[in-house]
């Protein structure tokens, strides 16, 4: 039986298992972006060196993803249900999203979609400028958004454009719930990659 705990940070089919902030590299760039409980966004050099506070003031920016083509970093407040973002260089501020609670996010960058998992076991998603918010897929089991089901939450996700799959974690209330999944862009065949993890 796997233990691992469901705070999953994947990069594609890469699941990296860890309780520090979000990290998002810029593929082509020097520097690494990074949230803090703080509520602010940090920068630095890949060494680690040059250590900056990209935006501040963001209450509880939790999970952070980059579009490099673009120049833009989107990140999630999930204590006040918002997803913003802003230029590489910290202006331009936006709000695109608000009434989510992302517990995570990723880009899919050539269709210019934002996708984010939230508590109840859902994939939501919108287009880069915050408009066409829908659900993309939604755990049948804890559809219902009750109390009850607050708790099975999608904690870790990303996007193979490429490979045009999603992948994304799911914790559960309890011990030995959590499952590591992944679908096609148009939300079908969805399977169960690794499962009983810990909850």
Not at 120 to 131: E, Q
Not at 168 to 197: F, M, Y
Request: aromatic share 12%; charged share 20%; glycine share 12%.
């Amino acid at each position: 039986m796997k233990r691992f705990y469901t705070f999953f940070v994947l990069l594609f089919a890469t699941v990296l298992l860890t309780y520090a902030p979000p990290v998002s590299a810029e593929t082509s760039g020097p520097q690494i972006y990074w949230t803090s409980y703080s509520g602010a966004v940090h920068r630095s050099s890949l060494d680690g060196s040059n250590v900056e506070t990209h935006v501040s003031g963001q209450d509880y920016a939790q999970s952070i993803a980059i579009d490099m083509a673009a120049g833009k970093v989107y990140w999630g407040d999930r204590e006040w249900s918002r997803i913003y973002r802003s230029s590489l260089d910290g202006s331009n501020v936006e709000r695109l999203v608000t009434g989510v609670r992302p517990h995570c996010i990723a880009l899919d960058t050539a269709a210019g979609k934002i996708y984010w998992g939230k508590g109840y076991g859902k994939i939501m998603r919108a287009d880069f400028n915050g408009t066409n918010i829908e659900t993309f897929i939604a755990n049948p089991d804890y559809a219902a958004e009750t109390n009850a089901n607050l708790n099975y939450r999608v904690s870790g996700i990303a996007v193979d454009v490429t490979g045009g799959k999603i992948y994304w974690a799911e914790s559960g209330g309890g011990r030995d719930e959590g499952k590591i999944k992944c679908a096609d862009l148009n939300g079908s065949d969805i399977k169960i990659l690794v499962s009983e993890l810990w909850g």
